[in-house]
């Protein structure tokens, strides 16, 4: 029973951390390039309003990154307190995107020290805004080489084993297994699109609450086109994952999808539930649709639940976080559609309530989906840790300290997740971005505006 | 050179670097505190933000090199590191979280705050005391073997040994005096008369516990653990010039003069000290359990990383220089006018 609470705790305390690191990772990988782009918009338009922004979402930033860099520091020691026999098996094949990682941390964390304090330093604005490129770029590959990372561990390669050791491996190999194309691809489109629609989130609750500014309307637009062009390429990738699953990993494409008999013209079933017998009630069916989303081709054969050994199949419940993640993913598309639509018909206001509030809502569900599909991805593995050589159960830490260690950084989370929202707000609330436009970028007299 | 001698003394060198910047910050977040406790934060307090401010996260990637790079190049480290140190690093990772956010809320006026002033004081001391525990860990004679063939620390033997805390004396006067030598430097440059008075001072008054905590250490190193004590015994060479160095730092003090050279002298200092040491201890990461021979990863691995290790440098040896330049050599900014 021991065994099983520390087990129990190691997986916690990982949820724990990996859900709270990955709010402010996924801000950290998009806000960069939100900065950017404004900044040069600004500049190319000579537009001071998103020379402002570009400040304001910097300063902002920089409480975020904070927090992103704590509890990325907690998880890459947590790896190995909580999962020591995982990495001293994994680190043999995975050690290489891990290091590789650092460096790209190493090169985010020096830029930003840079562009943040050097907003008034240069002469030449282009120079100043060159800068940020480093940081996007540091932050998309810190995405892309931790993705790496648990793409192996979705599908391992690149090793081999012979009397429990590991022979004839090969860090490329095990780098680009075939998981990585379509998690590092969609885990970024996500984190550009959840970003964007907090920023928008933002900007509308800002005009709802006072007034629409020439600012605000310019961020919320600027916002709803990355909106809408970022839901796109995730929805791209998100069937390019689901393909991906469909030839790789069945098992968890089948369980996310009840389908329990491998069958050709498979149905796609959303919501429902399951009674006793295990048979689907109360589902939407879209006939022969799973095979079209598996393979692009609607009389595909897929693969059910039944052809794999009843110990290792995934919890059933990972329907539910498939199916709110894609329902999020089409409302944020259709959302950024309507906006336009809007926004071009010109007898409508587009900043009206029911738009705006919708918008407002659109934040924090993309930050839903985001946890959502990390909890298909990895529940969706369940119960292997590497998948087909090692389990959960066998990779935790066998230290019965781990459930203090839960609350304790529990408590941790509630303290910085809490000032991290105080300081925010004490940060916005008093200097609305109208007063600071003035302040920082006074129009000469004769220039109008 | 075998793969696994590179890769340590790479990690090695990555450790001092953590240890001097690092030092730089803890030391820097107690003397703010405790310059406001005895009200004279005017004097150094700003001093001490516009040279922390930009470079904390970079501090902190030191860190994370080190322990992902010793997870890479010896997994089985990973292993026992990781089951033993659960509950101090712990603590160490949570101490370092309130400390990370004391720069989010530093830029917005929560500085003047005094119990915030506090934990970002009381932090700097108790991380390097928390995460000095693995040095002593790593001497041996710390851990249990448990009937399931896992191991744990034995923590009544570690807080009843004086070694343990004599390196966590160590650790603590270290930053301390590493950190004022540094704000000594850094108020010349900024022709800053009043800091530069102040942490003269503290650089001054906590240069003879650096060396006392040194020589217990030792002292108490030669009791516990006999080999590693002769090892660096063998190195006298290098604990001499250490030494050198030291009073070399404070004939600098001193004179009041050439503050740049006392800091380079204070490096060179613990540079000697922490290699006699780290040199001592080879072969072993885990007296007795792991070696680096033991414990390190296949030769393809070692390899590639310490290809990737050298591509990474040529990115990040240009970009530190650019923050260098930027924050900490160039003058105006030094003095606040940029
Ligand atoms: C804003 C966030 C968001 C949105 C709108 C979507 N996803 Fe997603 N999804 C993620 C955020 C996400 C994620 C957090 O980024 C995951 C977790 C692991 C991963 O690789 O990406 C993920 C995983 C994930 C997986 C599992 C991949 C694997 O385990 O290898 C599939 C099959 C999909 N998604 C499919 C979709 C489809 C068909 C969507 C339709 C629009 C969709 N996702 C929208
Ligand atoms: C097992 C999972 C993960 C580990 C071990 C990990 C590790 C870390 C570490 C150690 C840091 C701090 C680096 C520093 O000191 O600057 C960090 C920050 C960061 N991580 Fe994670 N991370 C994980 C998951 C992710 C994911 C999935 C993403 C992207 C989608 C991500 C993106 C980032 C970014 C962008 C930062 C920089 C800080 C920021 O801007 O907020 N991480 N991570
Ligand atoms: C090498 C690194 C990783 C290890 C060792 C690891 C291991 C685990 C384990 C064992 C769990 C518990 C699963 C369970 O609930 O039973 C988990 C959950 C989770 N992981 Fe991973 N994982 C890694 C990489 C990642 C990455 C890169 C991310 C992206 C941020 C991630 C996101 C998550 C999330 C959000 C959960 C919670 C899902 C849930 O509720 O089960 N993991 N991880």
């Known amino acids: ?449 | 050179m075998s793969y696994e001698l590179i890769g340590i003394s790479v990690l090695w060198f990555f450790l001092y670097g953590y240890l001097i910047v690092a030092s730089v910050d803890f030391g820097a977040g107690f003397f703010a505190f405790y310059a406001k406790l005895s009200k004279k934060d005017h004097l150094i307090n700003k001093l001490i933000s516009r040279y922390l401010s930009p470079v904390w996260e970079v501090t902190n990637v030191f860190f994370v090199f080190f322990f992902v790079g010793v997870v890479g190049f010896f997994p089985d480290s990973a292993f026992y590191y990781g089951s033993v140190l659960l509950v101090p690093a712990s603590i160490a990772i949570i101490l370092l979280a309130i400390r990370g956010s004391f720069y989010a809320f530093e830029n917005y006026g929560s500085k003047e705050n005094l119990i915030y002033l506090f934990l970002y004081g009381s932090t700097g001391l108790l991380i390097p005391a928390s995460l000095s525990i693995a040095l002593t860990v790593s001497e041996g004679g710390f851990i249990n073997e448990t009937a399931n063939g896992s191991v744990e620390l034995a923590y009544l033997t570690l807080f009843q040994s004086p070694l343990s805390w004599s390196i966590v004396f160590l650790a603590i006067v270290s930053v301390l005096f590493i950190s004022a030598v540094f704000l000594t430097f850094y108020a010349s440059r900024a022709n800053d008369e009043g800091a530069l008075k102040l942490v003269r001072s503290y650089a001054l008054f906590w240069s003879t516990p650096t060396i006392i905590a040194g020589l217990t250490t030792f002292i108490f190193l030669s009791q516990h653990n006999t080999r590693h004590f002769q090892n660096m015994m063998d190195l006298w060479w290098m604990l001499g010039l250490s030494v050198f160095f030291f009073m070399l730092t404070m004939w600098f003090l001193y004179r009041e003069k050439y503050y740049g050279y006392a800091f380079i002298s204070v490096m060179f200092q613990f540079l000697f000290a922490f290699f006699a040491y780290g040199i001592g201890h080879y072969p072993y990461i885990l007296d007795p359990y792991v070696t680096i021979y033991n414990s390190s990863t296949n030769e393809t691995m070692g390899i590639a990383l310490i290809i990737a290790f050298i591509g990474g440098l040529f990115l990040l040896i240009p970009s530190l220089v650019l923050l260098l330049r930027l924050f900490l050599f160039d003058a105006d900014y030094v003095k606040g006018k940029k």
């Not at chain 1, 830490?397 to 950084?409: A, D, N, Q, V």
Request: glycine residues 6%; proline residues 4%.
């Open chain 1, 1 to 449: 029973m021991m065994e099983w609470d520390t087990v129990l705790m190691s997986r916690l305390i990982t949820t724990l951390t990996l859900g709270f690191h990955i709010i402010f990772a996924t801000i950290g990988v998009g806000v960069p390039l939100m900065i950017t782009i404004a900044e040069f918009i600004g500049i190319k338009k000579k537009d001071r309003n998103y020379l402002l922004m570009a400040r304001r979402w910097a300063r902002g930033f920089v409480i975020t990154v904070a927090i992103g860099v704590v509890t990325g520091t907690a998880i890459g020691l947590q790896l190995s307190l909580v999962w020591p026999n995982f990495m001293q098996v994994a680190g043999n094949v995975i050690a290489l995107p891990l290091f590789m990682e650092v460096f790209a941390f190493f090169f985010e964390a020096i830029f930003l020290g840079i562009y943040l304090y050097t907003w008034d330093r240069f002469k030449n604005q282009w120079m100043h805004w060159i800068l940020s490129l480093p940081v996007v770029v540091g932050g998309a590959l810190s995405a892309m080489f931790i993705t790496m990372v648990n793409g192996f561990m979705n599908t391992p390669q690149g090793f081999e084993i012979a009397n429990g050791q590991f022979k004839a491996v090969d860090p490329i190999a095990a780098m680009l297994n075939p998981a990585t194309a379509s998690k590092v691809f969609h885990v970024v489109s996500t984190a550009y699109l959840t970003v964007a629609a907090m920023l928008a989130a933002i900007a509308a609750f800002s005009i709802l609450l006072r007034k629409a500014t020439d600012y605000h309307k310019k961020a919320l637009k600027l916002m709803m086109f990355l909106v809408l062009l970022f839901s796109i390429l995730s929805a791209v990738a998100g069937d390019v994952s689901a393909k991906f699953l469909a030839e790789h990993q069945p098992e968890k494409l089948a369980a996310a999808e009840w389908h329990f008999e491998t069958e050709k013209g498979a149905d796609l079933i959303l919501f429902g539930w399951l009674n006793d017998d295990n048979e689907v009630v109360g589902e939407i069916r879209v006939p022969q649709f799973l095979s079209f989303l598996a393979f692009n081709d609607f009389q595909a054969e897929v693969i059910g639940l039944e052809a794999f050994p009843d110990d290792e199949l995934p919890p059933l419940w990972i329907h539910y976080t498939f199916d709110f993640m894609v329902m999020i993913g089409f409302f944020l598309m259709s959302l950024s559609i309507l906006y336009f639509i809007v926004h071009f018909m010109k007898r409508l206001d587009v900043h009206n309530k029911f738009i705006l509030s919708l918008i407002v809502a659109s934040g924090p569900l993309a930050f839903i989906a985001i946890e959502l599909g990390w909890i298909l991805a990895e529940e969706g593995r369940q119960p292997w840790i590497l998948r087909g050589y090692m389990t959960v159960s066998e990779a935790a830490t066998t230290s019965p300290y781990i459930s203090l260690m839960f609350f304790l950084f529990l408590g941790l989370y509630i303290v910085l997740g809490v000032l991290c929202i105080v300081t925010l707000r004490k940060l916005f609330k008093n200097n609305p971005a109208e007063v600071e436009l003035e302040k920082k970028f006074p129009l000469k007299r004769e220039d109008g505006e």
